[in-house]
């Protein structure tokens, strides 16, 4: 496998997007990123950014997670 095929399997997802899939606003998602608690924003180009949707998906599991050993 090359650099590129690797390349090929990387999902982005915009800060609209994460934030309409978790139900809160862009705030949010910024307010968390912040803080820490939200996976880190990679800029793209000059005026672009996007999260990785693989990153998005680990935090949301993990959450899942730690309420499920709460109960």
């Not at 095929?5 to 800060?15: G, K, S």
């Not at 309409?20 to 307010?31: A, E, F, N, P, W």
């Not at 924003?41 to 990153?55: C, D, P, Q, R, V």
């Not at 949301?60 to 109960?71: L, T």
Request: include cysteine; charged fraction near 30%; charge should be positive.
């Amino acid at each position: 496998m090359n650099a590129n095929d690797h390349a090929l399997n990387i999902a982005f997802i915009r800060e609209a997007t994460a934030a309409q899939m978790l139900g809160v606003s862009k705030r949010t998602i910024q307010r968390w990123e912040k803080e820490g608690g939200f996976p880190r924003k990679i800029k793209l180009g000059k005026n672009t950014s996007a999260y990785k949707l693989e990153e998005i998906n680990k935090w949301i599991e993990e959450r899942c997670n730690a309420d499920k050993s709460k109960s």
